[in-house]
């Protein structure tokens, strides 16, 4: 069955420090992956989306990477800073009109 | 900005109560999703709707039901309530022509 792995340990860095959260699926093949930004008791918000023929995708401080290949998604955060501390998703989406399937996210802490 | 709202942000209600959670965006977007977020389980696709009066279940319907009757309005319905619906209850909405899904801030919901 389709599964998509998220590190559940919470990932624990220092202000300024680069944050790298990784995105492992299996019995999948998306036409792109999507990361989301979910703070406590609210909604998830969209970030960034990555196509399957795309490598890497930058935005401000955010970049994510795809290698189909690995079956892996990195999404990275640099320079972060405690307003980063939150819960982020990944999502991947089929081919042709789909549904997302969503990941059990990351907890960041990024400590001043 | 779409705004998708939600009608209640907490909801405590009984054992085999009929139950009405409400989804109002207002971008005029064709697809809508009820998910439940639960601790470990993460989130997880209920129900989704293609356009007015069109639905279709997702992962985990069983004890759902829903209404799309304008365009803008979904309802998750349970129809009796029980423990293990317990939750935390987003709704999304997406552009048929886009692939951004926009949440609401989500109702959590306590069954007693």
């Known amino acids: 069955s389709q599964k998509i792995e998220q590190n559940s340990e919470a990932l624990n860095i220092q202000e300024g420090k680069t944050a790298t959260l990784t995105c492992n699926y299996t019995?999948?093949?998306?036409?792109?992956l999507q990361w989301y930004r979910q703070d406590p008791g609210r909604g998830p918000v969209f970030l960034l989306l990555?196509?399957?023929?795309?490598k890497e995708k930058r935005k401000e401080r955010l970049k994510v990477t795809f290698d189909t290949t690995l079956k892996q998604s990195l999404f990275h955060i640099t320079a972060s800073q405690p307003a980063d501390s939150a819960t982020y998703l990944c999502?991947?989406?089929?081919?042709?009109?789909?549904?997302?399937?969503f990941g059990k996210g990351t907890m960041l802490l990024v400590s001043p | 900005d779409v705004k998708v709202t939600q009608s209640s942000r907490y909801l405590v209600k009984r054992t085999g109560e009929k139950v009405f959670l409400e989804c109002v965006q207002d971008?005029?977007?064709?697809?809508m999703f009820w998910y439940r977020q639960d601790p470990g389980l993460g989130l997880r696709l209920i129900y989704f709707?293609?356009?007015?009066?069109?639905?279709e279940k997702g992962d985990i319907p069983e004890g759902y039901s829903v209404s799309r009757e304008k365009k803008e309005r979904f309802s998750l319905i349970l129809e009796s309530a029980s423990t293990n619906q317990t939750s935390m209850y987003l709704c999304a909405s997406v552009s048929g022509l886009q692939e951004t899904q926009y949440f609401g801030p989500g109702t959590r919901l306590l069954v007693l």
């Open positions: 019995n999948y093949s998306p036409a792109y």
């Open positions: 709707s293609y356009d007015v009066k069109m639905k």
């Open positions: 999502a991947l989406a089929g081919w042709g009109y789909s549904t997302l399937t």
């Open positions: 971008m005029d977007h064709e697809n």
């Open positions: 990555i196509r399957e023929n795309e």
